[in-house]
């Protein structure tokens, strides 16, 4: 069976699971789905690029990551990156968030270039970046990890990132 590349985002999976088999807990991804979120075509092609990387490594923990963002892409509400809007998680937003009851945090989310002013940052091309972007301040989302369920994640707050896309093409 040949598959096209929007038949691989639509099944979450596509070749990987096939080829795959020892990728531990599969259908937990799947019962992420939809996953409701809205990224920036920049964040949606910076995504890709993690996607693409990740399934090049080949390695579980990194097949079941790459898994998790073919499935955001596929279920996303993608825009223009000039039309996001307020209180969105976008790869260069400053996020404060809470793990299931757990005390607020606050990161600075990078794609790969991480901000030098700050301490406080995280990779988009994680568990909890890629689970972060894309979604709004009060929305919540299951935190996978790369074996299991890592808990609930929520977004507090957002901090518009400035006019660092100004320049940017789509």
């Known amino acids: 069976m040949r598959y096209t590349s929007q038949d691989r985002l639509r099944t979450g999976a596509g070749l990987v699971a096939h080829h795959h088999n020892h990728l531990?807990?599969?259908c937990d991804i799947a019962a992420l789905r939809p996953i409701r979120a809205r990224l920036?075509?920049?964040?949606y092609w910076q995504l890709?690029?993690?996607?693409?990387?990740?399934?090049?490594?080949?390695t579980a923990p990194f097949?079941?990551?790459?898994?998790?963002?073919?499935?955001?892409?596929?279920?996303?509400?993608?825009?223009?990156?000039?039309?996001?809007?307020?209180?969105?998680v976008t790869g260069d937003a400053r996020v404060s968030f809470a793990i299931e009851a757990g005390r607020p945090q606050t990161r600075t989310l990078y794609h790969w270039r991480y901000p030098e002013h700050d301490r406080s940052r995280l990779a988009v091309g994680t568990y909890l970046g890629v689970t972060l972007i894309g979604l709004r301040v009060g929305q919540a989302m299951t935190l996978?990890?790369?074996?299991?369920?890592?808990?609930?994640v929520q977004v507090l707050a957002v901090e518009e990132p400035g006019d660092l896309y100004a320049d940017l093409n789509d």
């Open 24 to 26: 531990p807990a599969l």
């Open 40 to 43: 920036a075509t920049y964040d």
């Open 48 to 58: 890709n690029e993690h996607r693409r990387r990740f399934q090049d490594i080949g």
């Open 63 to 88: 097949l079941r990551l790459a898994q998790l963002i073919r499935a955001k892409m596929a279920d996303a509400d993608v825009v223009s990156t000039a039309d996001v809007g307020p209180g969105v």
């Open 144 to 152: 996978l990890d790369s074996e299991d369920v890592g808990g609930r």
